[in-house]
């Protein structure tokens, strides 16, 4: 299963989904297809794609199901939603997102592209839970994560490994990929830095040894 169809697939049963930064709309699409959802509202801060998923979507007769807002995250979103989904953008950009006012949905789905542990300390410091997380393998790993609104505090281990994440077989490879990484690493960083490398090593190592057995 691809990455898109793995984020459709957490959108089961939901009413209204949100995609924040829907470029093509891939998403709603799929999911109102499929009758996951009854609605989608499609936002993008960027005007051009928005256009070309308008036109999409009208060829589909999905136009009264999907709603397209030109918007800055939640800025500009007024209608009603249940879930929202944020993918394919860094954790810079959905920290911006998630710090400005907005309605608390029922739960989140968040892929970041990059900087996995800075979003799970976000996560962990500013009220919020990570409740599931799965693995997809396309040209690289990505991770999704499925989030609710719900104070949980993430130790070290489970910033660096994911507190779901580390009890799926399927890390595996994701694992030995960054454990790999970390090993030609360590060597070349100062004593302070080293010793933040090493306690991933150990990690890795450990979660890897534990899948293996279990």
Same mark, same amino acid.
């Given at each position: 299963?691809? #990455?898109? &169809?793995?984020?459709?697939?957490l959108l089961k049963g939901a009413n209204t989904v949100? &995609?924040?930064?829907?470029?093509?709309?891939?998403v709603l699409i799929k999911a109102i297809q499929r009758g996951y959802i009854k609605k989608g509202i499609g936002s993008d801060i960027n005007h051009a794609p928005l256009n070309e998923t308008k036109k999409h979507i009208a060829e589909l007769g999905l136009t009264d199901k999907i709603t397209l807002i030109q918007s800055d995250g939640f800025e500009n979103i007024k209608e009603p939603y249940d879930v929202v989904v944020v993918t394919g953008m860094g954790y810079k950009?959905?920290?911006h997102i998630l710090s400005? *006012?907005? $309605?608390? *949905?029922?739960?989140?789905?968040?892929? *970041?592209?990059?900087?996995?542990?800075?979003? #799970?300390v976000y996560l962990s410091h500013h009220g919020y839970e990570i409740i599931d997380e799965d693995i997809v393998y396309e040209k690289k790993p990505y991770i999704l994560l499925?989030?609710?609104?719900?104070?949980? $505090?993430?130790?070290q281990e489970d910033i660096i490994l994911g507190p779901i994440l580390k009890t799926k077989k399927e890390a595996i490879p994701y694992y030995e990929s960054k454990l790999k990484a970390k090993l030609d690493?360590?060597?070349?960083? &100062?004593?302070?830095? #080293?010793k933040v490398v090493e306690e991933a090593i150990n990690y890795y190592k450990a979660a890897i040894k534990n899948l293996l057995v279990t």
């Amino acid at each position: 299963m691809n #990455r898109i &169809d793995s984020i459709v697939e957490l959108l089961k049963g939901a009413n209204t989904v949100l &995609d924040i930064g829907t470029d093509h709309g891939l998403v709603l699409i799929k999911a109102i297809q499929r009758g996951y959802i009854k609605k989608g509202i499609g936002s993008d801060i960027n005007h051009a794609p928005l256009n070309e998923t308008k036109k999409h979507i009208a060829e589909l007769g999905l136009t009264d199901k999907i709603t397209l807002i030109q918007s800055d995250g939640f800025e500009n979103i007024k209608e009603p939603y249940d879930v929202v989904v944020v993918t394919g953008m860094g954790y810079k950009m959905m920290k911006h997102i998630l710090s400005k *006012p907005h $309605q608390t *949905p029922n739960y989140y789905v968040f892929s *970041p592209h990059h900087e996995l542990e800075e979003l #799970r300390v976000y996560l962990s410091h500013h009220g919020y839970e990570i409740i599931d997380e799965d693995i997809v393998y396309e040209k690289k790993p990505y991770i999704l994560l499925k989030v609710i609104k719900h104070y949980k $505090q993430l130790t070290q281990e489970d910033i660096i490994l994911g507190p779901i994440l580390k009890t799926k077989k399927e890390a595996i490879p994701y694992y030995e990929s960054k454990l790999k990484a970390k090993l030609d690493y360590v060597n070349h960083v &100062d004593l302070n830095d #080293r010793k933040v490398v090493e306690e991933a090593i150990n990690y890795y190592k450990a979660a890897i040894k534990n899948l293996l057995v279990t």
